[in-house]
Nanobody, 123 residues
Framework: QVQLVESGGGLVQAGGSLRLSCAAS????????MAWFRQAPGKEREFVASISGSDSRTYYADSVKDRWTISRGTVLNTMTLQMNSLKPEDTGVYYC????????????????WGQGTQVTVSS
């Protein structure tokens, strides 16, 4: 059974940084696409960033581009999201997602989802 578990969320002031991690079990994701999504209160879930399995190509939402970095973790089967220059509008629940194919982008369909981790940015 595949499980994705997020960690690293919390409360931070605007301008600060957080590092989210996603640990996968039940399947090796090193060659498969993974992504981060978020859902703000009262809004639909939205794409944040993704990384492909074959060539580690990355995609970012315009709202986070140049501020955040998605990468494979140093520990096998983990993924991280380094979030710098956080803004109050970044507040939400952040979800890790994985898929059975290598390519990963904003329009990809993801097969596996974590339970989410809360990120709150105060002004």
């Amino acid at each position: 059974q595949v499980q994705l578990v997020e960690s690293g969320g919390g409360l931070v002031q605007a301008g600060g940084s957080l590092r989210l991690s996603c640990a996968a079990s039940g399947r090796t994701f090193i060659r498969y696409g993974m992504a981060w999504f978020r859902q703000a209160p009262g809004k639909e879930r939205e794409f944040v960033a993704s990384i492909s399995g074959s060539d580690s190509r990355t995609y970012y939402a315009d709202s986070v581009k140049d501020r955040w970095t998605i990468s494979r973790g140093t520990v096998l089967n983990t993924m991280t999201l380094q979030m710098n220059s956080l803004k109050p509008e970044d507040t939400g629940v952040y979800y890790c997602a994985g898929r059975r194919l290598s390519a990963a982008g904003p329009e990809s369909l993801y097969d596996y989802w974590g339970q989410g981790t809360q990120v709150t940015v105060s002004s």
